[in-house]
């Protein structure tokens, strides 16, 4: 069974960093896709980013230049570098892993506010 935990979340001011950190634990796959989702209040769940086996990224438009997805070197970690935070990046982010079916982590909240 695979369980994601996220951590890193916080109250950050206009402008600020924080970087988002979510684990696997429980039996390890070399998981197809890893990726951060977000959901504000009173919006839908988005994709973030999301890191292939392969490598390779895919960004949202509105996250593109300031955040940069990667792959810890044990490959059940990724990470997102969060840069130039603004307020609408307010939002709960949850981790998600895929392979064969989708793993979800319980979320972790992220505060843009001076």
């Known amino acids: 069974q695979v369980q994601l935990v996220e951590t890193g979340g916080g109250l950050v001011q206009p402008g600020g960093s924080l970087r988002l950190s979510c684990a696997a634990t429980?039996?390890?796959?070399?998981?197809?896709?890893m990726g951060w989702y977000r959901q504000a209040p009173g919006k839908e769940r988005e994709l973030v980013a999301r890191?292939?086996?392969?490598?390779?990224?895919a960004y949202a438009d509105s996250v593109k230049g300031r955040f940069t997805i990667s792959r810890g070197d044990a490959k059940n970690t990724v990470y997102l570098e969060m840069n130039s935070l603004k307020p609408e990046d307010t939002a709960v982010y949850y981790c998600?892993?895929?392979?064969?079916?989708?793993?979800w982590g319980r979320g972790t909240q992220v505060t843009v506010s001076s």
């Open positions: 998600n892993f895929v392979h064969v079916q989708i793993y």
């Open positions: 429980g039996t390890i796959f070399n998981f197809d896709v």
């Open positions: 890191i292939f086996r392969d490598s390779n990224r």
